[in-house]
């Protein structure tokens, strides 16, 4: 009898202690119910004013797929001129970037082209992004969003330049690989213009631009360039599938060529300017 009371009390001490378990475990009637998990933190949006700025030539900052180049090809020997490039986070998965410049007059060449780089730059170790390069023909979809102002004196542009090669690894900058340099100019100041001939004036997605082509430019690569019919910096997406579509329409590219890199900044010839990017996104498929 006494065992059968030993076996019966600890019995009831063992369901007691797994009730007591499961009650903790789901909280009690009155407890507190366990933390949900903690929803990512966005990050920090990073206004073109608080960005820090590089001054070195050549610099190179990268923020995820996108990279700013303090670029300097045009200068020369010229002293006396400064130039910085910074980049950050910017809105709804974009980059912020700014770009400032202060350049002496001393000829009619462009002397620097501060920029974001979004791709495979020619000459460069590798790409920015996984998208590109990716051959013309297979793009469903290229744009590029973007929100910025520029106030500038002495004679520029802002502009796109986009570089189609005939390899997906285009590690000189010389032609072969580079086959084409497409420019799109959304504003210019000053006496500079693009290179090449005006060939005609084009509607592409509702928009209106000033056609030119030229051959043999830089190391033997096609310049063909669009330029805005009237300057505008208001935000917009820019369909550059379209004028790739309109190029190859037109054949002055094959659609066999390999988009390479994406980039935009300010071709400078002289004087000062503050570009302020607030956002700068490509969407690609």
Request: net charge negative.
């Amino acid at each position: 009898m006494e065992e059968v009371i030993r076996f019966r009390t600890r019995s009831l001490l063992a369901l007691a202690w797994v009730s007591a378990v499961l009650v903790s475990a789901c909280g009690g009637s009155g407890g507190e119910s366990p933390a949900s998990p903690s929803a990512p933190t966005a990050p920090t949006v990073q206004p073109p004013d608080s960005l820090a700025l590089n001054c070195n030539e050549w610099s190179t900052v990268s923020n995820g797929p996108y990279l700013t180049q303090n670029n300097v090809w045009g200068k020369g020997p010229l002293t006396g001129w400064s130039q910085c490039v910074g980049i950050g986070t910017g809105p709804n998965d974009s980059v912020s970037a700014r770009f400032t410049w202060d350049w002496p007059i001393a000829g009619g060449n462009v002397k620097a082209y501060p920029e974001v780089i979004y791709g495979f730059k020619p000459a460069m170790a590798s790409s920015t992004s996984s998208s590109l390069p990716k051959i013309v023909n297979t793009i469903q979809e290229l744009s590029v969003t973007y929100d910025l102002t520029s106030t500038h004196t002495g004679s520029g542009n802002t502009a796109f330049d986009i570089w189609l090669t005939n390899t997906a690894t285009p590690s000189t900058f010389s032609s072969p690989p580079i086959s084409h340099e497409v420019m799109i100019w959304l504003e210019s100041w000053g006496a500079l213009a693009p290179g090449g001939s005006l060939i005609e004036t084009a509607t592409i997605a509702g928009k209106q631009w000033r056609v030119y082509l030229g051959e043999n430019f830089g190391n033997g690569w096609r310049y063909i360039a669009f330029k805005a019919v009237s300057n505008s910096l208001e935000p917009a997406t820019l369909d550059i599938k379209a004028i790739l579509s309109y190029a190859q329409l037109k054949g002055l590219i094959s659609g066999r060529e390999y988009v390479s890199s994406i980039e935009f900044g300010n071709e400078i010839v002289a004087g000062t300017g503050d570009t302020k990017i607030k956002s700068f996104s490509v969407q690609m498929r």
